[in-house]
């Protein structure tokens, strides 16, 4: 079985930064793409930003040139570096995985929030 644990979530004023980490566990060998998506109350969940594993990145217009996301294929790990955060950056942010089987997993997910 496979798991994504997230954390780095927190409390932040705006203006600053938080680092979001996934480390994958369980029976897996890699995986395709990892990612983040974001849920704010009452929004539908939205992409923030995705990677492959040789590195190609996508971001969500509303972070791009704010957040970088990053991955270390040997750990399964992918992360986030949010900065000059803002109070609509606040949600719930989830980890996303698809391995090279095709098969999706999910994170439990972080609670960011900015505010002052």
């Known amino acids: 079985q496979v798991q994504l644990v997230e954390s780095g979530g927190g409390l932040v004023q705006p203006g600053g930064s938080l680092r979001l980490s996934c480390a994958a566990s369980?029976?897996?060998?890699?995986?395709?793409?990892m990612g983040w998506y974001r849920q704010a109350p009452g929004k539908p969940r939205e992409l923030v930003a995705m990677i492959s594993s040789g590195g190609s990145a996508n971001y969500g217009d509303s972070v791009k040139g704010r957040f970088t996301i990053s991955r270390d294929n040997a750990k399964n790990t992918v992360y986030l570096q949010m900065n000059s955060l803002k109070p609509e950056d606040t949600a719930v942010y989830y980890c996303?995985?698809?391995?090279?089987?095709?098969?999706?997993?999910w994170g439990q997910g972080t609670q960011v929030t900015v505010d002052s």
């Open positions: 369980g029976r897996i060998l890699s995986f395709n793409v």
């Open positions: 996303n995985a698809v391995s090279s089987s095709y098969t999706t997993y």
